[in-house]
């Protein structure tokens, strides 16, 4: 979009962001317009009169700079990695007991791990409400129900891997 005032592309293209290595020309080009603009009004104004709209910028260059989304949540804090199927919630949300709980921290270690197979294990659980024979009725609903397959190992951790539900 050109600028009618000055001639000059609209600086909505140049959005500066602090991370942006153009950001320091874009600044430059911004000034150098700028100061030619305000030199040449300032020069066509009359030494008596001072008009404090003529140093306001052209609507093409005043356009809002735009601001990087910041984080939700805090240092340390845990989250819950979308997007997660509507499908495979509503799913789990219509099974007894602890069942989506026990689906929300399969999401949550998938999330961590960027995996769709984790070890599950008892602290996002213990987060979450869920007792250990609670947690195990959960998985197998949830195994029953097509959401995840359960690969349960003496002695250690039971792998986990969500499934995907294909409607």
Same mark, same amino acid.
């Given at each position: ?107 949550? #270690?998938?999330? +961590?791990? /960027? &995996? ?5 294990? $008892? ?6 409400? *869920? @007792? ?6 959960? #998985?197998?609903? +949830?195994? /029953? &129900? ?5 690969? $349960? ?6 792998? *986990? @891997? ?6």
């Amino acid at each position: 979009m050109w600028c009618d005032t000055l001639g000059v592309v609209s600086v909505d293209t140049y959005l500066l962001h602090p991370s942006d290595t153009r950001s320091i020309l874009s600044i430059y080009l911004l000034f150098s317009l700028l100061s030619v603009s305000f030199m040449s009004k300032v020069a066509a104004q009359p030494d008596d009169t001072f008009d404090v709209d003529s140093l306001r910028l052209p609507s093409c260059i005043a356009a809002p700079l735009t601001r990087r989304k910041s984080q939700r949540f805090g240092p340390g804090q845990k989250f819950l990695r979308g997007p997660i199927p509507w499908d495979w919630l509503s799913g789990a949300a219509r099974l007894p007991g602890k069942a989506l709980q026990v689906g929300l921290a399969i999401w949550h #270690l998938a999330g +961590l791990k /960027n &995996a769709m197979t984790v070890e599950l294990s $008892r602290v996002p659980l213990e987060d979450l409400g *869920v @007792t250990r024979q609670a947690a195990y009725r959960g #998985l197998k609903a +949830l195994e /029953n &129900a097509g959401l995840i397959k359960a690969g $349960r190992r003496s002695g250690r951790k039971t792998r *986990v @891997t969500i499934l995907v539900i294909s409607t």
